[in-house]
Nanobody, 119 residues
């Protein structure tokens, strides 16, 4: 059984910073992708950023230059450093672990952490 535990959300003023953390436990494949998605009220869940186990990263255009994803493979932990936060970044942020055993990807999700950015 795979579990993801997130921390680090909260309330911050526009221009401020937050750091999210997510640690995975259980049977984890060595080839995997860890990342963050977010879902704002009335909107679909969207990718914020992800990072493969060999360090390749992808960012949503809306967060490029402001957010940085990193991971510690030894700890099965992924971080999201969010700087210059904007009110439109307000959402529930979900940690995702995608484990790949070709041709299948197995996805696991954290419980979500609220990020609220006030103007």
């Amino acid at each position: 059984q795979v579990q993801l535990v997130e921390s680090g959300g909260g309330l911050v003023q526009a221009g401020g910073s937050l750091r999210l953390s997510c640690t995975a436990s259980g049977s984890i494949f060595s080839i995997n992708i860890m990342g963050w998605y977010r879902q704002a009220p009335g909107k679909q869940r969207e990718l914020v950023a992800d990072c493969t186990s060999d360090g390749n990263t992808v960012y949503a255009d809306s967060v490029k230059g402001r957010f940085t994803i990193s991971r510690d493979n030894a700890k099965n932990t992924v971080y999201l450093q969010m700087n210059s936060l904007k009110p439109e970044d307000t959402a529930v942020y979900y940690c995702n672990l995608g484990m790949i055993r070709r041709p299948t990807r197995y996805d696991y999700w954290g419980q979500g952490t609220q990020v609220t950015v006030s103007s």
